[in-house]
């Protein structure tokens, strides 16, 4: 599958070179240098990846993701910036973005980054499970797989894309029981040795939005000296 790539980065070389190693992947990449102009793009063409600059003229890429969360088709964000705060890098996230990558970078992380997303989409897109089914109903949680969605009592939550993809992993096989390091893998992608905490982290995060009472879930439970599970006693219903 050749997969096809945005990338809006007003720093001319920065994109070439980010272009470059992106089409040494097989997928075929456009650029844009501001943000206003590719938020157009996105929104005009199909994209499966867009890589984008936080720091643009005019609309900068916070703007630029946050209306792009507003569109009924989901894409993947890669945000690339020169900033280290651990605010900015924890707002681009809570807007939408699927990572971050803090400039400079090597060429060979940015790599990894993209070559995970390209995973997360290919297994979350294989999931017999979700397969035909735009949305997905546990109880008093909806999830819509299509417009990566999700209510509570007919209630919209905010949910980041990470906590989606959490959520939607854990839901694709109910009573699976998943440890730290698999999630890591299976969610995040890339090297997370040594950060299990960033699965609690969003395990806490995720079941303060989507559980009657966080201290005592009936979603997602943990496994002592194991990991965590979707329950198994859910019932599921999938409409297509």
């Not at 964000?77 to 707002?91: F, G, W």
Request: hydrophobic share 40%; proline share 3%; charged share 25%.
């Amino acid at each position: 599958m050749t997969y096809k790539v945005l990338i809006i980065e007003d720093n001319r070389d920065i994109a070439d070179l980010v272009s470059m190693h992106v089409r040494d992947l097989g997928c075929e990449t456009s650029v844009v240098s501001d943000g206003a102009s590719g938020l157009q793009q996105a929104i005009d063409k199909t994209y499966d990846l867009i890589i984008l600059d936080l720091m643009l003229p005019g609309m900068d890429g916070l703007d630029v993701c946050r209306e792009l969360r507003k569109q009924s088709n989901y894409i993947p964000v890669l945000m690339l910036t020169a900033k280290t705060s651990e605010l900015d890098r924890v707002l681009g996230l809570e807007i939408g973005a699927d990572d971050y990558l803090t400039k400079p970078f090597s060429i060979k992380e940015l790599i990894a980054r993209v070559k995970a997303i390209f995973r997360r989409l290919e297994a979350f897109s294989g999931q017999d499970k979700m397969s035909g089914h735009k949305t997905i109903t546990i109880s008093d949680l909806v999830i819509n797989t299509e417009k990566r969605q999700v209510s509570l009592n007919n209630k919209p939550l905010e949910l980041t894309a990470k906590e989606f993809d959490l959520l939607w992993h854990f839901v694709a096989k109910p009573g699976r029981v998943y440890t730290r390091s698999q999630l890591l893998d299976s969610v995040w992608g890339y090297g997370h040795e040594g950060y299990e905490h960033t699965v609690n982290s969003h395990i806490n995060r995720l079941r303060a939005k989507i559980e009657k009472d966080p201290s005592h879930p009936q979603y997602i439970l943990t496994v002592w000296g194991v990991g965590y599970k979707f329950s198994d006693s859910q019932s599921q219903v999938m409409d297509a």
